[in-house]
């Protein structure tokens, strides 16, 4: 196992499907304990990049999750993975849900308790998923992958369909998360998510504009906020 400061590290990692480059040679690293944002419109890659790193991809290239080739098998448990759609089960209430997912991976039930309260689904606990708004089934996912107090989180777009109030609440959470030494990884197509990022990732087409911190895209690009800065970059690479 190679011990190193960033959580995630990649070179030349490519993915293809049917013969066309999803992912094209990306050259990238994840610092341990922050948050970087993975930006970029629909179709860039994002869920796909998301989903190599988790290990359900398969991928040419180098790729190294928490010290380990991505997907091995010792990463199952130091991954939370959170899916644009709700991966929870309808029929069962959230705290059914919590308990099940919490017993795979062995955690106690004052481990569930607590991640209720990290996404304010204390209220809801008692009901089904099924008659939950999407914003709250959103929350169940999130809830699911902090079970086990995993040391990487992938969120692949986890606040969207929210309000803004609770928005901020969550990126509260992650703040505090990393904080407590976490590192995550947050996709958006929202540029103003970005702003709370200190590290970004700028995929477009399947290739990396920047990898960097967000301060230092803003001065290379002479830009006062991400969204500018990321039309400059496009820009200067059609130059």
């Given at each position: 196992m190679l011990m190193t400061s960033f959580s995630i590290s990649a070179a030349d990692l490519t993915v293809k499907k049917d013969k066309k480059v999803i992912l094209d040679a990306l050259h990238f690293e994840v610092p341990s304990g922050s948050i970087t944002g993975l930006i970029g419109p629909s179709g860039s890659g994002k869920t796909t990049l998301m989903r190599t790193i988790v290990g359900v991809q398969k991928y040419y290239g180098l790729l190294g999750v928490l010290g380990e080739e991505a997907g091995h098998k010792s990463?199952?448990?130091k991954i939370g993975y959170v899916t644009?759609?709700?991966a929870v089960y309808p029929d069962l209430t959230v705290a059914q849900n919590l308990q099940y997912f919490g017993a795979l991976v062995g955690v106690?039930?004052?481990s569930v308790e607590k991640v209720i309260g990290q996404v304010r689904l204390e209220r809801q606990k008692n009901q089904l998923v099924e008659s939950l708004s999407g914003g709250q089934k959103a929350r169940v996912s999130l809830a699911v992958a902090l079970l086990g107090a995993p040391e990487l989180l992938?969120?692949?777009?986890?606040?969207?369909?929210l309000d803004p109030v609770l928005r901020n609440e969550l990126?509260?959470?992650f703040a505090d998360l990393a904080e407590h030494g976490k590192t995550l990884l947050i996709s958006s197509h929202v540029m103003d998510e970005a702003e709370r990022c200190e590290n970004l990732m700028l995929l477009r087409d399947g290739k990396l504009l920047w990898n960097d911190t967000r301060e230092k895209l803003l001065h290379y690009t002479d830009q006062k906020d991400v969204g500018r800065a990321f039309v400059a970059m496009i820009e200067k690479r059609e130059k």
């Open positions: 990463l199952r448990r644009q759609a709700p106690k039930r004052k992938v969120l692949d777009e986890p606040t969207v369909g990126w509260n959470l």
